[in-house]
């Protein structure tokens, strides 16, 4: 079973919603609010230690009625079900798409090819919960003996940004060991991180999918000469102490030199960008203890249950994906941004930038013509208060439509309420002063109290005014824990799910990062060997440049 072809643009919801965009482009949230009072009854969804409010949106009622119309001409409903169902629903690499899987309660039973991949999954699981006890009780030791003190995850993409956003957003519940991230191909990075670490102590976790990917090969290499340097006085086989893989790919995994226990296998129906709650986040699970991992799973295997049971008008990742095609679709929104009011999720936004970037970025539909309407959106954002301070001029004044999703956390971890409050009251003021805006009435009142001359007033009058509308998303969660932070990424993870299927094309591929990695490796070989082949004008002379001033 595939994914239908379904060109949105074809569907009687779509034109119906194009017919009612007309209508609603100049509609004003302000209007709305004031016609109806039960409009945020209305527009809100609530679920788990999940809050969202939606009804700062510029949507009426109708606008909701032919965006779910639209999912279901598209047949969102049976896509869901191929979906978790192990379907091979990414087709341009034969491949079905399981994270949920990963997630899934022991008692499931989803198959691929036949076989129940729920065992499988288990045992690596319980290889995970054993390293991480024997890692973090001290017992599993390094060359001469001590007690490992740092983990360091070696990867790039989806084998490190996940991860990496995992353990800071989890730092609370962080254990004694220090973690360290090593991703970029650039030299610098792994030398700064070297300069912190002791061998005798260190653990380094190498994490590939295809154990071909060439920054993570190299930063496994350098680290491996440091580490056999002889300095340290280590041996050959001192690399099974205090090397682990994560990958699918045994045979380069043992042709590094990884003993093939010290290996955690992951499977080809995991994508690289979901891949954070298999072995991939062993990091995680060595950061925060494997039960804090488990709650993590257990998260999101409940939005699992949410996104695949819930009706579609009661689905928080449903009505979030449709809003966004609302905007991205009709209203020509180009980026959405992403606030979260924890300091914690800092990493967020890069990381959500690959699951939906590296996603919906496509411009071919499933059934392999170009298609005429715009697909994935550009996703950026930093925690708020922070953001307040560097681009929010931009999204109350500026010329760009940028919904923006808020998200804040109702209890703070160390039950600070002086900080706490303040955070959240920019978080509630900055929604309400994104649909309100500033009339000119008001900014006119605000001159007349403090007593502004005529002139100047009239002169600063249009600088002061806010239009307001713009739209915003409040998710607004109980306590930020493992399993919230689970369901928090499952729901976005679903949100591309159901982007991905709105546009028809194909969510769980990327052929797009593949064209630069191929001529990066030919360049490679002309920087080596000192001999520009041909290239374009501009590549040639910035390569020449390069080569006579290195
Ligand atoms: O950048 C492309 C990509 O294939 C990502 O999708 C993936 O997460 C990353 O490279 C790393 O790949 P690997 O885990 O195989 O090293």
Do not use: C
């Not at 699992?304 to 449709?322: G, I, K």
């Amino acid at each position: 079973m595939a994914l239908n072809t379904i060109n949105p643009t074809e569907t009687n919801a779509w034109k119906k919603l194009e017919m009612h965009y007309n209508e609603m482009q100049k509609a004003s949230m302000q209007e709305l609010f004031q016609l109806d009072a039960t409009r945020t009854e209305k527009f809100n969804l609530k679920w788990n230690d999940f809050l969202i409010d939606y009804s700062k949106n510029i949507i009426n009622q109708e606008t909701l009625q032919l965006l779910l119309e639209l999912a279901d001409e598209v047949g969102l409903k049976s896509a869901i079900a191929e979906y978790f169902d192990g379907a091979i629903i990414n087709q341009t690499e034969n491949r079905a798409v399981l994270h949920t899987a990963l997630r899934a309660q022991e008692s499931a039973v989803i198959n691929v090819d036949g076989n129940n991949v729920i065992p499988e999954i288990y045992e690596v699981k319980n290889k995970i919960k054993k390293f991480t006890n024997e890692v973090t009780s001290g017992e599993r030791m390094g060359y001469t003996g001590k007690p490992f003190t740092d983990v360091v995850n070696i990867g790039i993409g989806g084998s490190d940004l996940g991860p990496a956003m995992a353990v800071e957003a989890l730092q609370f519940y962080k254990n004694h060991l220090n973690v360290h991230f090593v991703s970029n191909v650039d030299g610098d990075h792994i030398n700064e991180i070297i300069k912190k670490l002791n061998p005798e102590t260190t653990l380094f976790v190498i994490v590939s999918k295809t154990f071909t990917t060439q920054e993570t090969l190299t930063n496994s290499e350098t680290i491996r000469k440091w580490f056999l340097s002889r300095d340290f006085g280590t041996t050959q086989e001192d690399i099974a102490k205090h090397f682990v893989a994560v990958s699918t790919n045994m045979q380069k995994v043992t042709e590094f030199g990884i003993n093939p226990n010290n290996v955690f296998p992951m499977w080809d129906w995991v994508g690289g960008r979901f891949s954070l709650w298999s072995a991939v986040g062993l990091t995680i699970s060595l950061a925060v203890g494997y039960d804090n991992f488990d709650e993590f799973l257990q998260g999101a295997n409940e939005m699992d249950e949410h996104f695949r049971t819930a009706n579609f008008d009661q689905n928080m990742p449903v009505t979030l994906a449709l809003l966004s095609i609302w905007y991205n679709n009709f209203f020509g929104a180009e980026s959405e941004a992403l606030i979260p009011y924890t300091q914690y999720l800092q990493k967020l936004a890069p990381y959500l930038q690959q699951g939906t970037m590296e996603s919906n970025g496509k411009s071919v539909g499933r059934d392999g013509k170009t298609i005429n309407y715009q697909t994935g959106t550009i996703i950026w954002g930093e925690p708020g208060t922070n953001a307040q301070h560097a681009f929010f001029q931009l999204i109350h004044q500026g010329t760009k439509l940028i919904p923006a999703d808020f998200i804040g956390f109702v209890t703070p971890l160390y039950g600070d309420y002086d900080h706490h409050d303040k955070l959240m009251s920019n978080f509630f003021a900055q929604t309400e002063a994104l649909m309100h805006g500033k009339t000119e009435a008001q900014v006119q009142a605000e001159f007349d109290k403090q007593g502004i001359s005529e002139d100047k007033a009239k002169f600063l009058l249009p600088f002061k005014v806010f239009t307001g509308n713009k739209p915003t998303n409040t998710i607004l969660i109980q306590k930020l824990s493992p399993k919230t932070l689970g369901s928090l990424i499952a729901l976005y993870e679903h949100k591309i799910f159901v982007q991905g299927v709105i546009w028809n094309i194909f969510s769980f591929d990327q052929w797009g990062v593949e064209l630069g990695k191929q001529l990066a490796n030919s360049i490679l070989d002309e920087i080596n060997t000192k001999t520009i082949k041909s290239h374009d004008s501009s590549t040639a002379f910035l390569l020449n440049h390069f080569l006579m001033n290195k």
